[in-house]
């Protein structure tokens, strides 16, 4: 008999979030206050299991010379909104930090909110590799992509 014939299936992963949109705005409110004290800057809209949806709402310390969201904040929001998706794989981790944070721009943002779509491609005991892709909101075509690397804490 083949042995391949006789092994038991593999357990179905839990692939729930480990925390609730309200728990993420909880915990964000809590640890990292800074994010939000100027009034509501960054809003999660949706979590998953390893995913999230997070919009900057774009005011005018958002903006460069010429009139367009800048650069740092368009990388703030995909490190929040990467750290975000993190949280709903991982549950809550103050210690997660970004290990390393690629972005490359690919089109002018539009004078908007932008909006980050954040998936993570593994997330291990000790690191996680995720992507986000940036869109000004209602436009389809993205502004930017990112890639990120986390490093996870050890438990205990």
Known sequence: MDATMTQKPRPVPDRSPRMTLDEIHAFLAAEFPQINQDGPTYV???????????????????????GTVSGPAMMALADVALYVALLGAIGPVKLAVTTNLTINFL?????????????????????A?????????????????????????PKG
Not at 44 to 66: C, F, K, Q, S, T
């Open 129 to 153: 590799v995720g992507e986000a892709t940036l869109r000004s909101d209602g436009v389809e075509d993205p502004i930017a992509h990112v890639t990120a690397t986390y490093a996870i804490p």
């Open 44 to 66: 999660v809209e949706d979590i998953g299991y390893g995913a999230a949806r997070m919009r900057l709402l774009v005011n005018e310390r958002h903006l460069r010379p010429g």
């Open 107 to 127: 089109r002018r943002p539009a004078l908007c909110d932008v909006v980050a779509e954040c998936r993570y491609l593994k997330v291990g005991r000790t690191l």
